[in-house]
């Protein structure tokens, strides 16, 4: 039993990976936007929590980081990611995926820059307990 939850755990990530792109809550994120939980398991202490998230146009997730890997997909719109430089270090199209690597080293925005809504599912890969994200404050960039 345990071989085939980890087997089928395996083939969620690896489509995941093939489909999925980036953020989720932050301090402070814009009004609307939201998350959805769509699937939820945890295995050998690790949990694995598959989103959905939304940002509507001109808002951003606010600044933060992930205590592990993201994996993300965009379905919808464009996200400009920016990191603590305040430099634009992706901009993301619908059918586009992106990684974001964990730790307070990695303090990133996600913001939509465009005039409609912008979805995400977001494969959260965190330690068991931990939130989906950290916040974080804004390094000093004129955005928030």
């Known amino acids: 039993m345990?071989?085939?939850?980890?087997?089928g755990l395996a083939t969620t990530a690896a489509l995941c990976?093939?489909?999925?792109a980036v953020p989720a809550h932050a301090t402070p994120p814009g009004p609307g936007v939201s998350g959805r939980t769509i699937a939820q398991t945890t295995v050998?202490?690790?949990?694995?929590?598959?989103?959905?998230?939304?940002?509507?146009?001109?808002?951003?997730?606010g600044w933060h980081y992930h205590d592990g890997t993201l994996y993300?997909?965009?379905?919808?719109?464009t996200l400009s990611h920016f990191d603590s430089t305040c430099s634009l270090d992706g901009r993301y199209r619908a059918g586009d995926s992106l990684?974001?690597?964990p730790g307070p080293d990695h303090v990133h925005i996600g913001r939509n820059l465009g005039t409609t809504p912008l979805v995400l599912d977001v494969l959260y890969v965190l330690p068991h307990g931990a939130p989906f994200s950290e916040d974080a404050a804004n390094p000093g960039c004129a955005f928030q």
Do not use: C, N
């Not at 345990?2 to 087997?7: E, N, P, V």
């Open 2 to 7: 345990r071989a085939l939850l980890r087997s």
């Open 99 to 101: 990684t974001e690597p």
């Open 44 to 61: 050998d202490g690790t949990d694995y929590t598959l989103r959905e998230i939304t940002v509507p146009p001109g808002q951003a997730t």
């Open 72 to 77: 993300a997909y965009v379905k919808q719109g």
């Open 17 to 20: 990976l093939s489909l999925v």
